[in-house]
């Protein structure tokens, strides 16, 4: 029952206080603090609050002071007048709503950048694009350059991850020499080294572009912007059709 009643906005210590008071009926401080099992000194305190909210009530018995819980109905009060200020603060907040969407559509306008360093920055990288909504993924890929910091289990790793969430991917990687077998879920094109000499990959995915570089300190970077994504989409599909000549 006291979760009960702190969901109706009391706290932890008033909400026990409250349950002793209501258990015990009409008794001193001392007697609800032991049943509350909360501080004597805490006790008073709270009992003035409950009070205050008109969930108790005390009486002079002799020369004693005597507390009591008052009829129960009096939480229905408390709901009602907590709707009262959030109908309040509806009111409020629809006032200021308007201000709020546009200061959240510039905001949208505005490119989301976040920064990586390191390998195990680049692996946050990586993980990002693995929760992709659109499970078709665009990229370029310094395939040498990814195999001198990723070794041959973690790449295998990484596809295992990959495939199981059924992502497919389009890819264009310089390289040495072409890589023969083709891993699932991929469509690739071999563009020579020697003549397109990056050691940077990237991928398209959602509305985010992804990059990563392998030369010297490694860092990665997450761009999220829909112009952005379809204009590298576009550059993409012209590299795509240029690459065909070279397989």
Do not use: C
């Amino acid at each position: 029952m006291i979760k009960q009643l702190q969901h109706l906005g009391l706290s932890d210590k008033e909400a026990a206080v409250y349950m002793a008071s209501l258990e015990l009926g009409s008794d001193t401080v001392q007697e609800i603090a032991k049943r509350a099992e909360v501080k004597r000194a805490n006790t008073y305190a709270v009992i003035e609050k409950l009070m205050s909210k008109g969930l108790m009530s005390s009486v002079e018995k002799g020369k004693k002071t005597l507390y009591q819980v008052e009829d129960p109905k009096q939480l229905l009060r408390l709901i009602e007048e907590q709707e009262g200020d959030i109908k309040k603060k509806e009111q409020e907040f629809k006032k200021h709503l308007p201000e709020l969407e546009t200061l959240f559509d510039i905001a949208e306008e505005k490119p989301k950048v976040r920064y990586f360093e390191g390998k195990d920055g680049l692996i946050s990288v990586r993980e990002d694009y693995f929760k992709t909504k659109n499970k078709d993924v665009l990229g370029f890929s310094a395939k040498d350059a990814e195999q001198e910091v990723f070794s041959e289990e973690e790449q295998k790793n990484a596809l295992n991850q990959r495939t199981k969430k059924g992502i497919r991917v389009k890819l264009i990687y310089t390289s040495k020499e072409k890589i023969k077998n083709e891993p699932l879920l991929t469509t690739r094109r071999f563009i020579p080294k020697d003549k397109f000499p990056f050691s940077s990959s990237f991928l398209i995915y959602d509305n985010k572009v992804s990059i990563v570089s392998f030369e010297g300190k490694l860092i990665g970077v997450i761009i999220e912007n829909k112009e952005i994504s379809n204009t590298l989409r576009s550059i993409f599909n012209i590299a795509w059709d240029g690459a065909e000549k070279y397989q």
